[in-house]
């Protein structure tokens, strides 16, 4: 499996996690030297992007989690991970790591994120 993301959990609306991904040594290469990001889906809704990080550490994020979300990598690591705080219910949903364009045969079972109010 190329990419294995955790860290999901329910949390109380305001709350925080902080979800992991951790690419193997057959994805070493590619995780290098590729944008990567975090995206999600909520239950019944298209998969879309919530923020990016270039192989040097530019990020961008969706106007959404814009200011309530961090992502940030170790290329030594091989991980991905993404900070999310003030957590609101419409942050519900399965979240996945891929490269950005994203790698289709990369998609992992993500981690389930649910924010209750």
């Known amino acids: 499996v190329p990419l294995v993301e955790s860290g999901g959990g329910s949390v109380q609306a305001g709350g925080s996690l902080r979800l992991s991904c951790v690419g193997s040594?057959?994805?070493?290469?590619?995780?290098?030297?590729?944008?990567m990001a975090w995206y999600h889906q909520g239950l019944g809704k298209q998969r879309d992007r919530v923020a990016t990080?270039?192989?040097?550490?530019?990020?961008g994020y969706g106007d959404s989690v814009k200011g309530r979300f961090t992502i940030s990598r170790d290329n030594a690591k091989n991980t991905l991970w993404l900070q999310m705080d003030n957590l609101k219910p419409e942050d519900s949903a399965v979240y996945y790591c891929?490269?950005?364009?994203?790698?289709?045969?990369?998609w992992g079972q993500g981690t389930q994120v649910t924010v209750s109010s």
């Open positions: 891929n490269t950005h364009p994203p790698i289709r045969p990369w």
């Open positions: 040594r057959s994805s070493r290469s590619n995780f290098l030297g590729s944008t």
């Open positions: 990080i270039t192989r040097d550490g530019s990020t």
